[in-house]
Structure formats: structure tokens, C-alpha cells
Antibody
Framework: QVQLVQSGAEVKKPGASVKVSCKAS????????ISWVRQAPGQGLEWMGW????????NYAQKLQGRVTMTTDTSTSTAYMELRSLRSDDTAVYYC????????????WGQGTLVTVSS | SSELTQDPAVSVALGQTVRITCQGD??????ASWYQQKPGQAPVLVIY???NRPSGIPDRFSGSSSGNTASLTITGAQAEDEADYYC????????????FGGGTKLTVL
């Protein structure tokens, strides 16, 4: 069965960086993309970006351009999302999701990783 | 436009039919996907494409689209359908990005 297992919760200080991992299993990793979506406490879903696991092409949300980098390691079927220069409003649950293409159809989701940014 | 607009809250009587809508210019070009999210859980895809349900999603969930509006219909709402529902679609600006609606809180009375 398809599974996406994310790394554990993180607490970071403002200005620091965080890297969240997402290990996929149960399907051919390079046949799909991975989208990253975050959800601030009590708020809605926010699309952060997408990476092709086939060739590493990326699309990022404009508001995060320059602060976010998404990568994959096909040898371990793992996707990574790094966010730099963290601010308090980056506090959120971060989800990875298997994306069927480039239109945001996310059919399997990770369990979420809580990132708390606090001094 | 890069926005998708949803009503913040909708209610439905148990067993009745409810429609949740999502409006945005991008929906004239791209289909919406719909996600159900219950408290403390990851979102679950319930509808994608023209009107496709992933395996395991009950057939009381259906999707439709007209002009700039996509709709998720639940026919015969059940207590377990109480949740937040989000739409998303690709943005029509040509920048290959995706946008989510603000979400609709569905209450089953």
C-alpha cells in the first residue's frame, strides 16, 4: 500500500532553517511528483510547491521563492523540503503528498510534521 | 486570478443533500480537486478531475463544474461527513502553481 512517512516535529528559532523528509513506499517513486502543503494553526491549506520525482523539476509558490528548496533522493524514495530564514508565521504542520501530475491532485498524504518557530 | 473562494461554513441535516462550492477564474481552464479534512488528520482526496472518486470514497460524493464554479455534492450526508472541505486547482496565470480555497466547514445537524 502507498505510504508517505514524514520526519518528526521540529522546534526552530527565528532565522534558522528546517528540512523535513518524506519517505515514500508502495509505488514507483519516480512515476509521480510530490507536493508540499502547509497548514498554520487553525488556518487553511497552503500549497508550497511541487517536485517531479522523475527529473527534479520544481514549481514553488511565489511567496516562498528564495526561501524554499525541494529535492528528492530516488535511491531512497525520499523527498525533502527545506525552508530557510524561518519566521514565527512559518509555524505550521507541513504535509507531503503524492501528486498525480502538476495540477495539484494529491491522492496520498503524509502524516504531517509540526514545525514550531519560536525564540 | 490566483484565488479560489469558498463559503466558510455550510450546514446540512442528516441524510439530506448539500453542495459546497468553489469559485475562481482558474476553474474555467482546470478541474478542481476536493479534499476532506477532519480535526487532527491529514487531508483526504475525495473528488478529482471531471468527477472521479478515489478508491474507498463513498459514491454519495460527486463533483461538477460550470464556468468559474466547481461544486462538491454530498447526497445523503452522514454524521461522519462533518469536516472541513478544501478545493484546489492549478492556477491559470501560466506559472504552473496550485492554489487552495480557504475551506468550508461542513456541519451535519
Amino acid at each position: 500500500q502507498v505510504q508517505l512517512v514524514q520526519s518528526g516535529a521540529e522546534v526552530k528559532k527565528p532565522g534558522a532553517s528546517v528540512k523535513v523528509s518524506c519517505k515514500a513506499s508502495g509505488y514507483t517513486f519516480t512515476s509521480y511528483g510530490i507536493s508540499w502543503v502547509r497548514q498554520a494553526p487553525g488556518q487553511g491549506l497552503e500549497w508550497m510547491g511541487w517536485i517531479s520525482a522523475y527529473n527534479g523539476n520544481t514549481n514553488y509558490a511565489q511567496k516562498l521563492q528564495g526561501r524554499v528548496t525541494m529535492t528528492t533522493d530516488t535511491s531512497t524514495s525520499t523527498a525533502y523540503m527545506e525552508l530557510r530564514s524561518l519566521r514565527s508565521d512559518d509555524t505550521a504542520v507541513y504535509y507531503c503528498a503524492r501528486d498525480q501530475g502538476t495540477n495539484g491532485v494529491c491522492d496520498y498524504w503524509g502524516q504531517g510534521t509540526l514545525v514550531t518557530v519560536s525564540s | 486570478s490566483s484565488e479560489l473562494t469558498q463559503d466558510p461554513a455550510v450546514s446540512v441535516a442528516l441524510g439530506q443533500t448539500v453542495r459546497i462550492t468553489c469559485q475562481g477564474d482558474s476553474l474555467r481552464s482546470y478541474y478542481a480537486s476536493w479534499y476532506q479534512q477532519k480535526p487532527g488528520q491529514a487531508p483526504v482526496l475525495v473528488i478529482y478531475g471531471k468527477n472521479n472518486r478515489p478508491s474507498g470514497i463513498p459514491d454519495r460524493f460527486s463533483g461538477s463544474s460550470s464556468g468559474n464554479t466547481a461544486s462538491l455534492t454530498i447526497t445523503g450526508a452522514q454524521a461522519e461527513d462533518e469536516a472541513d472541505y478544501y478545493c484546489n486547482s492549478r492556477d491559470s496565470s501560466g506559472n504552473h502553481v496550485v492554489v487552495f480555497g480557504g475551506g468550508t466547514k461542513l456541519t451535519v445537524l
